[in-house]
């Protein structure tokens, strides 16, 4: 009987399992970029109103089993429009293409230099706005890449857009910024101040880390690579988003977006407003900021596009101006959360010197797409910007009232405070107030940083069977205006300062007043770049070059006298060149190598003593020599990349300023080294699991000599900074993460990434470094530390309408980790000055798409 029975249900699980493999029909395909034919990995094939289905491959190929008589599936991916396919029972879909939801993504992306990672010969990472929705939140922008390989973020004072971003241990200055393909590191210095564009979170909608040589052909100032950021275009579907989010200390963001999509007439126009404020984590770092963006499309006829685009972000934070000792931190009531430099004033929340900064940069784009014919393109664009704003200071003969030594972190014997510990302002203008003869001994200024920039790019492609040539021209002009001016005179009525040679000494100086020095900083910049490339099924190569003119001037309306203000044009003439190739395999396997040679123009604080018109004429250009060799494995579930880099920097020159005397330090050398891995898994539709890892080795190659000039830029003398050996300062050059994300029900997908961070120095001043031998021991090593981020998103809909929720926590297990050291005179941690990070944050939201 029994075996019997086991005969019936073996025949039964036997009929079961045909009928189950007759119901079911297989559905293959390979979906691509519509544009530019490359694999679209991650791309969702779905059987509408169902549950069923899967994702592409990193080859961009599926294969799905769907139940016998499904008539349709639908292919969508972020940034393209939807595509619905009709079936036929079991079939080969073939190559399957979308297209851009966006007018002018492609153009732009040409013009932006935006690559495909198994074509191109340079180590990139893409982080697609997929990945930006779910884990930025409350983050800082830059935070958004601390998952990639060689990156250190930190959020520095902790104020809104205060962070920073290191690529390979260079500094923002040594990474060229491309949003849209147009330069925006500063022309005088290199900076890039990100909360100048806090409102790029809202627009972005690709970002791309291309370390090393990166893939720009323009005559980029870059030494750590490229950030490429492109923004929204014009959306080419109707529709709109409304998002309202509420997160840790008060923050709130409300933001709204509307697009008309193409119109019949061929006209597009896509609009974006938020409003973000809140508190801040850190005590007194309270923030208001908006960002806008608009852009507006024509298409002319086949062959011509414009569009128009702005965007800006005008804000103002509150945020910590100087770093303390640990014991300092541990022995404050507020603890990891405390701030020196802010206080009350006249009921008010108010940031002391370094602790209070507004600006607004809106940037304007026109680009015009013209398509000569099918293998010729011109793409041009015209962009402008006006800056405006600065940051708090305090000034004069009694300035330590309100300030920090930011040699110690301790108050000065004289510093004012209130009996909770605050600044005192009000205590500090009653003071004032009583001096009627002297006036204000302790006055609020605004170090203001006003600028004009204006530039032309024009980026002309020519195909040639498997050859394509981009040739074009890059112009800028960029007048920086720097001056403080008096904002609060803190109870007297007027202000002294005799820093201006042109104006009686004694002038009572009111708000708004000029005072301690107003200068000009002027820069043009003329540029020919051009890249030949070379794709076939198995090989590509490129070899690229960019020759350019870039002149200084500087014009100084305090410390000389009218009609001898301004210097000469100072005129340099960098250039570089390049070339990588790649070679595929097979489907599976390719490797690539490249290297370069960039000569740099020194920075305008190099060219000009001092801060004064006297000319360097020691200056030199610097010299990057770079290479990089790496693998790359593909398959349809399985993605890794190994890169191995080296780079050379010569002649690096670096201005300190040390309380009234100026150092020009010339010839610094640097060698930064290391391997990095980077790899993801996607072995079902619901789970993702990325990881990466580098290890660097950054150093210092030589001791250095260097001058010593006072405020009157007469030298002091001549001395050697001992730092041969000596590790670079301020990022972690050992960094992994691991991050998974899984569906754990219909629509609902949870995400953690585990970030950690070693090896990581102080920065250090070399000028400390001067007694000999002894001196060359790398600074204080920050304690290795491993953050866990978490996020989830559920969607849904409302009323017809997708919509979705989402959360983030970071820091989840609230480690107290220090982020950025400034090495103190025992190079140990109780000399050495912090900012810790943040402790558990978090941020929550409703998105909805109508």
Do not use: C
């Not at 900076?191 to 970002?207: E, F, H, I, P, Q």
């Amino acid at each position: 009987m029994k075996k019997a029975m086991r005969s019936i249900l073996s025949l039964a699980a036997i009929m079961m399992l045909s009928i189950a493999t007759i119901a079911q029909t297989t559905v293959k395909g390979v979906v691509v970029d519509g544009s530019t034919n490359e694999s679209l990995p991650g791309a969702s094939i779905v059987v509408p109103g169902t549950t069923i289905g899967t994702v592409s491959g990193f080859d961009g190929s599926f294969t799905l089993q769907l139940p016998e008589g499904t008539s349709k599936v639908l292919v969508s991916f972020v940034g393209f429009l939807d595509k619905e396919i009709a079936l036929k029972g079991a079939q080969d879909l073939g190559t399957i293409k979308l297209e851009s939801d966006a007018v002018g993504l492609k153009e732009v992306s040409v013009m932006a230099s935006v690559v495909t990672d198994r074509q191109t010969p340079i180590s990139v990472s893409t982080i697609s706005p997929e990945i930006i929705q779910e884990k930025l939140g409350t983050q800082e922008y830059p935070e958004i890449l601390k998952t990639t390989p060689s990156i250190y973020t930190s959020k520095e004072g902790g104020g809104f857009g205060d962070a920073t971003v290191y690529v390979r241990g260079f500094d923002s200055n040594n990474v060229g910024v491309l949003i849209n393909g147009v330069p925006v590191n500063d022309m005088e210095n290199g900076k890039v101040y990100w909360s100048n564009w806090a409102g790029l979170s809202d627009v972005t909608r690709t970002m791309q880390v291309q370390r090393g040589l990166g893939a720009s052909k323009l005559g980029l100032s870059s030494v750590g690579g490229t950030i490429n950021i492109l923004t929204n275009s014009t959306d080419a579907k109707k529709g709109g988003v409304i998002k309202t989010g509420v997160a840790n200390s008060g923050y709130r963001k409300d933001l709204i977006s509307l697009s008309t999509g193409m119109l019949d007439n061929g006209w597009a126009v896509s609009l974006l407003g938020s409003h973000t404020y809140g508190n801040g984590y850190v005590k007194g770092t309270d923030f208001d900021a908006w960002s806008y963006f608009a852009n507006v499309s024509k298409k002319i006829n086949d062959k011509h596009t414009l569009a128009f685009m702005i965007t800006g972000a005008p804000q103002w934070h509150n945020q910590r101006g100087n770093k303390h000792t640990i014991q300092q931190y541990r022995n404050n009531k507020d603890k990891y959360k405390f701030n020196s430099d802010y206080g009350i004033r006249e009921g008010k929340m108010y940031g002391g010197g370094y602790g209070y900064n507004y600006y607004h940069k809106p940037q304007a784009q026109l680009n015009d797409y013209w398509k000569i014919d099918d293998e010729t393109n011109l793409t041009t664009s015209w962009y402008g910007s006006i800056g405006t704003g600065g940051g708090r200071r305090v000034s004069g003969n009694k300035a330590n009232w309100l300030g920090v030594n930011n040699k110690t972190g301790e108050d000065y014997a004289e510093t004012m405070r209130t009996a909770n510990g605050l600044l005192d302002f009000d205590g500090v203008a009653e003071l004032n107030k009583a001096n009627v003869v002297d006036g204000s001994q302790a006055v609020i200024g605004n170090s203001v940083n006003n600028h004009v920039w204006t530039g032309l790019l024009s980026t002309l492609t020519k195909n040639f069977d498997k050859m394509k040539l981009t040739a074009g021209f890059d112009g800028r002009y960029y007048k920086g205006e720097h001056y403080r001016e008096v904002e609060d005179l803190l109870g007297g009525s007027f202000f002294l300062d005799g820093a201006n040679i042109n104006r009686d000494a004694n002038t009572k100086l009111k708000k708004g007043d000029k005072y301690s020095y107003h200068n000009d900083g002027k820069v043009m910049y003329t540029g020919l770049f051009s890249q030949m490339e070379y794709v076939d099924d198995n090989y590509s190569a490129f070899i690229s070059g960019a020759l350019a003119r870039k002149s200084y001037k500087r014009v100084d309306y305090f410390q000389y006298t009218p009609g001898n203000q301004a210097t000469d044009w100072q005129h340099f003439y960098p250039w570089n060149v390049k070339a990588g190739f790649n070679y595929k395999i097979n489907s599976v396997h390719h490797v690539f190598v490249n290297g370069g040679y960039v000569q740099r123009t020194p920075y305008f604080t190099n060219v000009f003593l001092n801060y004064k018109n006297d000319i360097n004429d020691k200056v030199k250009y610097e010299k990057i020599i770079t290479a990089e060799i790496g693998y790359g494995y593909t398959s349809p579930n399985f993605k890794a990349t190994v890169t191995a880099y080296r780079t050379n920097w010569k002649d690096r020159g670096l201005v300190m300023s040390l309380q009234g005397q100026t150092a020009n330090i010339g010839g610094l050398n640097q060698l930064h080294q290391g391997i990095e891995v980077e790899a993801s898994y996607n072995p079902t539709r619901k789970l993702r699991v990325n990881g990466m890892f580098s290890y660097g080795d950054w150093k210092y190659q030589d001791d250095v000599n260097f001058s010593l000039y006072d405020d009157a830029n007469v030298k002091i003398g001549d001395y050697s900074a001992f730092i041969k050996d000596v590790h670079v300062g301020n990022s972690a050059q050992l960094t992994g993460s691991v991050s998974v994300s899984y569906e754990v029900l219909p629509k609902l997908r949870v995400g953690a990434d585990y970030v950690y961070y070693g090896n990581n120095y102080s920065d250090f001043d070399p000028t400390n470094r001067t007694n000999g031998a002894e001196d060359r021991v790398d600074a204080w090593e920050i304690p290795e530390v491993g953050i866990m981020d978490m996020n989830f998103n559920y969607r849904f809909k409302i009323a017809g309408l997708k919509a979705s929720i989402y959360g983030n926590v970071y820091n989840l297990f609230d480690v107290s980790y220090v982020s950025k050291s400034a090495d103190g005179a025992g190079h140990d941690a109780a000399s050495a000055l912090v900012y810790y990070g943040f402790g558990t944050t978090w941020s929550t939201g409703l998105k909805i798409k109508f």
